[in-house]
């Protein structure tokens, strides 16, 4: 498949290292496009639920994957979120064409355009309330894996995917009253700041629309997330656009799965010469300078 050539792209909340991550689609979509950049919006490697035990080929594929857009020229801007936190303390360093922080601000032909993660929003990621975050982070993942397993149940026999945390969220008003007031706060603070666009992630609500106070208007975006919607935005062509995974038009493009084992390693030891500084810089094989090392 040809690459898709694409001015900025911001995808959020993919969660690796969790049982509800799609990562053979995340690798898929990263092979389809080059972007100019390549905004990463917080919680993409999931630190909240992160165990050796669980972190497949699939998963570490799609770190190669950013990566090799980093080769290619691609400008990759990590803002970190609440379940990346860790990594908040290298937040403004700059390696290449790489950039790790926690909020930024570009302006994209004349727009100002305001990007952070949104947890600062959540009081529910802070303080006490944390634990009961990381815990129904633990049964969120849990609803996922069960999720995946019904709908595979559901696909072999004809029918239609469903999600589960999509009908809860829907059917509690409390969720949905929350959702609209991280929006309308966000928007009202980039209001504030004279900024033309604001962008979250977060809340895993992918979302694009004009918020307008008494104070003036903003476009309020959300790029959504790769646990349950598979959305990304997308700027081209001066807009912006929310991009929706469609399995359809990667069918005849499977993610190729990167090898498990690493390769051995071709160095014959004897053939390695280092200087022993107790024998006055005399060069020696690395083998015998070991068993003088270890008879000493």
């Known amino acids: 498949m040809e690459r898709r050539k694409v001015d900025v792209v911001v995808m959020s909340d993919l969660h690796l290292g969790t049982y509800g991550c799609h990562a053979k689609e995340i690798v898929q979509y990263l092979r389809s496009i080059q972007p100019q950049v390549l905004v990463l919006n917080g919680d993409i490697i999931d630190g909240w639920q992160f165990s050796k035990r669980y972190f497949p080929v699939a998963h570490m594929q799609v770190i190669k994957e950013i990566m090799s857009l980093l080769s290619k020229g691609s400008r990759v801007i990590y803002i970190t979120g609440n379940h990346d936190e860790m990594l908040r303390r290298y937040s403004d360093i700059q390696i290449g064409n790489f950039q790790l922080t926690d909020k930024m601000v570009m302006e994209i032909n004349g727009k100002m355009t305001w990007i952070f993660h949104g947890d600062v929003f959540d009081a529910t990621t802070k303080g006490s309330a944390k634990l009961l975050a990381k ?105 912006w656009t929310i991009y929706q995974y469609d399995e359809k038009q990667f069918a005849a493009t499977p993610a190729e799965e990167i090898r498990k084992k690493l390769p051995q390693l071709n160095v014959v030891t004897d053939e390695v010469l280092m200087f022993n500084a107790l024998k006055g810089g005399k060069r020696m094989p690395l083998a015998t300078l070991l068993k003088k090392v270890a008879g000493a």
């Open 135 to 239: 815990l129904g982070g633990h049964g969120y993942d849990l609803l996922i894996l069960i999720n995946s397993f019904i709908n595979w149940c559901l696909r072999a026999i004809g029918k239609e995917k469903m999600s589960f945390s999509k009908k809860v969220k829907n059917s509690v008003k409390k969720a949905v009253a929350w959702i609209g007031d991280f929006e309308q706060t966000a928007a009202e603070l980039a209001i504030e700041k004279k900024y033309d666009y604001v962008i979250c992630g977060h809340i895993h609500q992918p979302q694009k629309r004009v918020i307008e106070t008494k104070n003036g208007s903003v476009t309020y975006l959300n790029s959504g997330d790769w646990i349950e919607n598979l959305t990304s935005l997308e700027y081209n062509n001066s807009e």
